[in-house]
């Protein structure tokens, strides 16, 4: 069975202070791998997406940026954090071998930017 | 531009008390359409998949429903564990990216 591990569950950080979050995916192969973003109020917003490895589409110009160095490994990184980039982030994947599959999440985290 | 439109933002129903929550969508070319739920602090849970207009899906307490405008997730006598914020979406572009509703956040009291 696939599953997804996100970690992190929460963080609390200064501003200007780096960060990294990262996502596992295990038992599928060449994933499409996602990350979105959910402030309150605003929805999940998809911040960045990836279709193989070093294979990074950016939705939305930010002070983040994203890696995937290994098949089922994605990362989300900044190196100086803003109050903006609070909120709840989540990994998701999707089967890339089936059109239009449904999305699994991970468990999120909380960002809290001080 | 794609959109996903919930309401309403909050319900909130007494147990047993039957309701629907609503999702409008304005896509060029629908190919699908996703029903979550989330509940607080936590990733968002698959519920469905709706394809077409006319098609129906259910499971236990709910039947998500589809036309060719708006999509329905019938609650049917609720009971409080079905307290979650429900999330509809549908596919943009070929990768696969999915775009969200803002949810509609469900309270059921005893």
């Known amino acids: 069975s696939q599953t997804i591990h996100q970690w992190p569950a929460t963080l609390v950080q200064p501003v200007g202070s780096p960060l990294s979050l990262e996502c596992t995916v295990e038992?599928?192969?060449?994933?499409?791998l996602y990350w979105y973003r959910q402030a309150a109020g605003r929805g999940l917003q998809l911040l960045f997406y990836?279709?193989?490895?070093?294979?990074i589409s950016s939705e939305v110009p930010q002070n983040l940026s994203a890696s995937r160095p290994q098949d089922r490994q994605f990362i989300l990184s900044s190196k100086k954090l803003l109050l903006s980039d609070s909120g709840f982030y989540l990994c998701?994947?999707?089967?890339?071998?089936?059109?239009?599959?449904?999305?699994?999440f991970g468990s999120g985290t909380q960002l809290s930017v001080l | 531009e794609d959109q996903v439109t919930q309401s309403p933002e909050a319900l909130r129903l007494q147990e047993g008390e039957s309701s629907s929550l609503n999702c409008s969508y304005t896509?060029?070319?629908?190919?699908?359409l996703f029903w979550y739920r989330q509940d607080p602090g936590k990733g968002p849970e698959f519920l469905f998949t709706?394809?077409?207009a006319g098609e129906e899906k259910e499971k236990e307490r709910l039947k998500a429903t589809l036309t060719k405008k708006e999509s329905f997730l019938h609650i049917t006598a609720p009971k409080p564990e079905d307290s979650a914020t429900y999330l509809c979406?549908?596919?943009?572009?070929?990768?696969?990216?999915?775009?969200f509703g803002k949810g509609t956040k469900l309270s059921v009291k005893p």
């Open positions: 990836s279709v193989g490895i070093g294979q």
């Open positions: 709706l394809y077409s």
């Open positions: 896509v060029s070319g629908l190919r699908g």
């Open positions: 038992g599928t192969s060449n994933p499409n």
């Open positions: 998701a994947y999707s089967k890339a071998d089936i059109i239009n599959e449904k999305l699994f």
């Open positions: 979406a549908v596919p943009r572009g070929s990768q696969g990216n999915l775009i």
